[in-house]
């Protein structure tokens, strides 16, 4: 099992939907949850990042962490085409090393 | 201030040949990775260097070999490459105690035939 899953299928939604992602890993030494967002063909770029429990917003992204079940979200209000990208969650122990989902691609249709 | 930068950005080799991967960054950052992004994989950690001067294996070193030359340079080094090895590759590096915000640079699509 690896330590971090993120279901990688293709997600097209249209615009102004709400776009829901979401992990789930299997240690719980893991202290830090991040969202990292690559657009087609460039480098990841981090988007949001948590270290507790509970929801963080920024604009119209929601990062949301459940310690107890191991299971982190990512929420898109009002999507836009720009928004079209694979999405990767992340996770670390605070030693250095990110632990990587396979990513979900999403797109916006206009 | 470039950040991460990697080249070359694509490359051809033919099985058995040899290359360098070279990636630089200018943001003065201790900690520098190499991954490799393949479809339906995610990215998978090769090899990481903490600081200059040291260098550990991730989850898929076999077939690579790294060298710290310095702060900012962390080079990926193929021997004899193997059809397998076809993958984009991406250098990353971390600020110290900061792990959480890793910044990657363009990335290198090798292609071995």
């Known amino acids: 099992q690896k330590e971090v899953e993120q279901d990688p299928g293709p997600l097209s939604v249209p615009e102004g939907a709400i776009v829901s992602l979401n992990c789930t890993y299997s240690?719980?030494?893991?202290?830090?949850f991040m969202w990292y967002r690559q657009y087609s063909r460039k480098g990841p770029e981090l988007l949001m990042y948590?270290?507790?429990?509970g929801n963080k917003e920024d604009g119209r992204f929601t990062a949301q962490v459940d310690k107890s079940s191991k299971y982190i979200s990512l929420f898109i209000r009002d999507s836009q085409p720009s928004d079209s990208a694979t999405y990767l969650c992340?996770?670390?122990?605070?030693?250095?090393?990110?632990?990587f989902g396979k990513g979900n691609q999403v797109v916006v249709i206009p | 201030n470039a950040g991460v930068t990697q080249t070359p950005k694509f490359q051809v080799l033919k099985t058995g040949q040899s290359m360098t991967l070279q990636c630089a960054q200018d943001?003065?950052?201790?900690?520098m990775y190499w991954y490799r992004q393949d479809p339906g994989m995610g990215l998978r950690l090769i090899y990481y260097?903490?600081?200059?001067?040291?260098?550990d294996k991730g989850e898929v070193p076999n077939g690579y070999n790294v060298s710290r030359l310095n702060k900012r340079e962390f080079s990926l080094r193929l021997e004899s490459a193997a059809p397998s090895q076809t993958s984009v590759y991406f250098c990353?590096?971390?600020?110290?105690?900061?792990?959480?915000?890793?910044?990657f640079g363009q990335g290198t699509r090798l292609t071995v035939v």
């Open positions: 990353a590096s971390t600020p110290p105690g900061a792990d959480t915000e890793a910044f």
């Open positions: 240690n719980s030494a893991f202290q830090y």
């Open positions: 948590t270290y507790s429990s």
């Open positions: 992340a996770m670390s122990y605070g030693n250095n090393r990110l632990a």
């Open positions: 943001m003065n950052h201790n900690s």
């Open positions: 260097s903490a600081s200059e001067g040291t260098t």
